[in-house]
């Protein structure tokens, strides 16, 4: 396991559950999100990622005090929209709390880890990244997660650095319910993600945690580039072997 690993968006869902199972593990975790949970496992520090300036100002405060070795980029944002009602600057907001963010949160820790030769940095897609309906902006952001990370494994291949994807099918966290269980069509919404996920269920935020937590892992060393749907099988149709 990475000792010291900092994650985005860990004050809820997929972040919180992470956070908790490193920090089980024995890792120093430290989480940033907006709002402070009770009883957060690790250091906690607040910050709006969606602000650059603020965000850069914590960064290089934790890159000075911490010898950071894993970075979750787990923090993400979907608004639902259908093409011809895309709202441009909601689009600005998806691509950049989705994609700046993981970019600059990273590009903080990278020096240390080059340092170091040691560095593990995960990055969290979506199964909409295949293709769902109203999730343009969402869906563009989160293929360019797997491009970006892509990227990133074969520049940092021989520096002992490794960057991976997980990426969660419906998953039952906040942003899920906010964003496709509320409302008048819940029900009808529940039905139809259920009917395309093999497994008939909605994911656990622990069970996404597990394989981050094995990305984290400093047995995973020769595993750089991949993307792992943690999905109940419901990637398996839509996407090429
Ligand atoms: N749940 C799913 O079904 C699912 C499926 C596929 C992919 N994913 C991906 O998995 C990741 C985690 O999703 P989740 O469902 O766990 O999300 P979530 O429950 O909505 O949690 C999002 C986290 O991000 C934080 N956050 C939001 N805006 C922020 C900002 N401007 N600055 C700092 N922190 C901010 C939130 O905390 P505060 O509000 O306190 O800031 C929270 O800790 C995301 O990348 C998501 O796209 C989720």
Redesign the pocket.
């Known amino acids: 396991m990475a000792e010291t690993v900092v994650i ?10 992470t956070a908790e199972r490193l920090a089980a593990q024995g890792a120093q975790v430290i989480g ?6 009770r009883g957060f496992p690790g250091v906690f520090v607040p ?5 650059e300036g603020a965000s850069a100002a914590v960064l290089a405060d934790l890159a000075g005090r911490h010898a950071v070795e894993g970075v979750v ?6 608004i639902l929209e259908p093409l011809g009602n895309i709202d441009l600057d909601h689009f600005r907001r998806v691509v950049d ?2 994609l700046r ?1 993981t970019i600059q949160v990273t590009q903080a820790f990278l020096p240390g880890m080059r340092a170091r030769r040691y560095g593990r940095i995960v990055n ?5 990244a295949l293709g769902r309906e109203k999730r343009s902006s ?1 869906g563009a952001a ?1 293929a360019g997660i797997i491009g970006m990370t892509r990227t990133w494994a074969l520049e940092l291949a021989t520096q002992g650095i490794t960057a991976n994807v997980v ?10 319910v ?1 964003n496709n269980l509320t409302g008048e069509a819940a029900e009808k919404n529940r039905q139809r993600f259920l009917a395309d996920v093999p497994m008939g269920r ?2 656990e ?1 622990e069970e ?1 945690a597990h394989a981050i937590a094995f990305f984290l892992s400093r047995e995973a060393s020769f595993v750089t580039g991949q993307v792992l749907h943690v999905c109940g099988g419901s990637s398996v149709g839509p996407a090429p072997l």
């Open positions: 985005t968006g860990a004050s809820k869902g997929i972040g919180l559950a940033l999100a907006r709002s402070e949970p910050v709006d990622l969606g602000d980029n787990n923090l993400g944002l979907n709390l989705n963010t969290l897609s979506s199964r909409g969402y989160k990426s969660p099918g419906p998953t039952a966290t906040e942003m899920f906010r909605f994911g935020p996404i």
